[in-house]
Structures are given as structure tokens and as C-alpha cells.
């Protein structure tokens, strides 16, 4: 729609010069400055985007569940401070904020690369509701939760940028984890929503939905060999991803010039068609 209504000039930048707002193609962007809090830091896909947030100069502060070797090791290369907790609970996931705003200032931007996977086929029997409950307090309402507390901060501030991790699944189904994408379904419509509420005060809402993954050296990974052949092969690209790659998508999304990208869904997956 074309707005009817004269807009105020503003100086025209020199030629070979870059406004400080507009940022062109060929810039690196910075996040000099900026506080970074990214939950799963210690999965494959949340210590990509932490150790890319990093390279691009932002501060970041992890969240991982389990004390685990691989949290100290990864802690000792990166530098990087790390909180535990658990967002399966929402008592904790409601104290996150505080416990962040104890050791530093609050979070700039918001990265809830967290969640769990499920099988748990529509007619495998029995329902379990308390795990039920659990993914989805895991997936999707912690995700909200943290969401929420970051984006009063942020409001005040007039900046943030709120980045969830969804899934190509949420859109186009999962067959045998049908549980599993309905949670990250949510996130999709969370964000949108979200994002009409916080636009005004310079807050953006997106979600990244990666497809198929590459599990790296010592990652746990959901799917066998033969299945991951076969998400491959329905890509576009023929390959799956690589965890710096989905990383790449959240930098943009965090970055100075997405600033008028919210309220959208992301997806990282090789054009995948199934």
C-alpha cells in the first residue's frame, strides 16, 4: 500500500558513502555492542549461532540444560558464559531473565534455540500426557515465556530481535512425530502475532525453520543414516545442511539490516520438497 501522506527528507548520502541505518550488501554486519542470549547453546545449531554472534562482536551469554563435558569444553574454547537451566520447567523458564540480568545487562537479542524431538506416532496407542506437556513446555511455551520477559526490556530500549528456532516440520508435517510439529507449528503463529504488538518500539519477531541437519562428530542425532540419505535427496541442493549454515540465517535476522523483516518464518532447507 502507498502511503498517501509527504514523507520528511533527509539528506542524501554522498556517493561511496553508507548511512549508519542502511547498511549495503557488500558490509559485514556488526553487532558491536549488543548483548546476545541463546538458549540450546550447547546443541549443534545454538553453538553455531553462538560462535558466529561472537565473531560478529556481540556478547553472548548461553543457556544449556545438562552439565555435561561438552558444555565445560565448549564454555573453555569460546569464552562464552553459560547458564543451566531447564526450560521444560516454567518456574525456571520464568526466572531465566533474572538470572541473565544477575551477571550482566539484559539481552539485546534473543535466540531460543532450544527443544527436543519426539516419536510418538497419532495411532501408536496410549497418549502420555505428562510428556506431552513436557515438549510442549519445552518447545513452545519456554520459548514463549523467555520471549515475553526479553521483549519489555527491548520495548524500553526501542531495539531487539527475538529469533526462534521452528522447523521445516511445523509447516508440512511429520509423519510418526506429528506431536513434535505441531509445537513448532506454534512458534510460527506466536511470532506473527507477536510481532504486530512489538513492531512499533523497534522490536522485530521471526522464526528460523531449518530442514534436515547434518549431525557433526559427537552430536546426538535423531535419524539414521538411511533417513537422513532420503531428506538429502529431496532437496533442491541434494545435501543437508550444515549447522553454520542455519547459523548464517539467524546473523542476517539479527543483523542491522533485517530491520524490517518481522513477523516471518525463515526456512533453511535447501528448497527441500517433501
Given amino acids: ?96 531473565l533474572g538470572r541473565v540480568r544477575e551477571v550482566g545487562p539484559a539481552p539485546d537479542i534473543l535466540v531460543c534455540a532450544h527443544g527436543a524431538t519426539a516419536r510418538r506416532p497419532v495411532l501408536g496407542g496410549a497418549i502420555d500426557s505428562a510428556a506431552e506437556q513436557r515438549l510442549w513446555q519445552l518447545n513452545t511455551g519456554s520459548a514463549q515465556q523467555v520471549a515475553a520477559a526479553a521483549a519489555k526490556r527491548m520495548m524500553r530500549a526501542k531495539f531487539g530481535r527475538i529469533i526462534l528456532f521452528g522447523s521445516r516440520g511445523g509447516a508440512v508435517g511429520m509423519p510418526g512425530q506429528a506431536g513434535y510439529a505441531a509445537t513448532k507449528a506454534a512458534l510460527s503463529g506466536w511470532a506473527a502475532s507477536a510481532a504486530w504488538e512489538l513492531g512499533p518500539f523497534g522490536v522485530t519477531v521471526n522464526v528460523v525453520a531449518p530442514g534436515a541437519v547434518r549431525a557433526g562428530p559427537g552430536a546426538d542425532s535423531t535419524y539414521s543414516a538411511d533417513e537422513d540419505d532420503r531428506a ?43
Fill in 1 to 96: 500500500m502507498t502511503d498517501r501522506h509527504p514523507q520528511p527528507s533527509r539528506p542524501a548520502a554522498r556517493a561511496g558513502t553508507i548511512t549508519a541505518d542502511r547498511p549495503t550488501p557488500d558490509d559485514r554486519p556488526s553487532l558491536d555492542g549488543r548483548l546476545a542470549l541463546v538458549t540450546g547453546a550447547t546443541g549443534q545449531l545454538g553453538a553455531a549461532v553462538c560462535r558466529l554472534l561472537a565473531a560478529r562482536g556481540a556478547a553472548v551469554v548461553g543457556v544449556h540444560r545438562t552439565p555435561s563435558d561438552r558444555a565445560a569444553q565448549f564454555a573453555a574454547e569460546t569464552g562464552i558464559r553459560l547458564l543451566r537451566a531447564d526450560l521444560a520447567d516454567p518456574d525456571e523458564a520464568a526466572a531465566l
Fill in 232 to 274: 538429502a535427496a529431496r532437496t533442491a541442493v541434494r545435501r543437508l545442511a550444515e549447522p553454520a549454515e542455519v547459523a548464517e540465517a539467524v546473523g542476517f535476522l539479527a543483523g542491522p539490516g533485517a530491520s524490517y523483516v518481522t513477523g516471518q518464518t525463515l526456512f533453511v532447507d535447501g528448497g527441500a520438497r517433501w
